[in-house]
């Protein structure tokens, strides 16, 4: 069966969920929060070239395996950032893990000396919760991530 999404417009912030933290005023987001649901609980599968990714913003799109960003839900979701695309400062209130599955992509954190070794296919990092980092796909081309939120997803972007 097929899956569907839900995706605003405004999509880089969800690389993560890119809102502002709790208290703060929002973006102004037209469309509802990113969301997937399975339209059945049968054995379902999808080939690499049936992915159907949704553009968050220039140079960046997801594909929302499970749950829904800023949905206070764990989720998963393919990320793909296009070649020569960084991912601003920002973080997220619950930790995550990714792995890399195709492209050269650097991940790095706020106040690191460099931005650490270049990651391919198999590569994975772990990201602590509340902890302000970056990520960059260096091309020549694009870079696709498995990011698992365990617990929730959503990103604060500093103001």
């Given at each position: 069966m097929k899956r569907s999404h839900i995706l605003p417009p405004a999509a880089l912030l969800i690389l993560a969920g890119c809102y502002p933290a709790a208290g703060d005023e929002r973006p102004e987001v037209s469309a509802p929060a990113v969301t997937a649901?399975?339209?059945s609980t049968q054995f379902e599968r999808t080939t690499a070239d049936a992915v159907e990714f949704q553009q968050f913003l220039p140079g960046i799109s997801v594909d929302?395996?499970?749950?829904?960003?800023?949905?206070?839900?764990?989720t998963g979701q393919l990320a793909k950032l296009?070649?020569?695309v960084t991912f601003p400062a920002h973080s997220h209130s619950s930790s995550y893990y990714a792995v890399i599955i195709a492209g050269q992509f650097q991940h790095w954190e706020e106040g690191d000396a460099d931005r650490g070794p270049v990651m391919t296919a198999g590569?994975?990092?772990y990201q602590p919760g509340g902890n302000?980092?970056?990520?960059?796909?260096?091309?020549?081309?694009?870079?696709?991530?498995?990011?698992?939120?365990p617990e929730r997803a959503d990103v604060t972007v500093p103001q």
């Open positions: 649901s399975v339209a929302v395996l499970y749950g829904g960003i800023d949905q206070g839900v764990p296009g070649a020569g590569a994975h990092f302000l980092h970056y990520d960059s796909c260096l091309g020549p081309e694009a870079c696709i991530v498995s990011v698992i939120f």
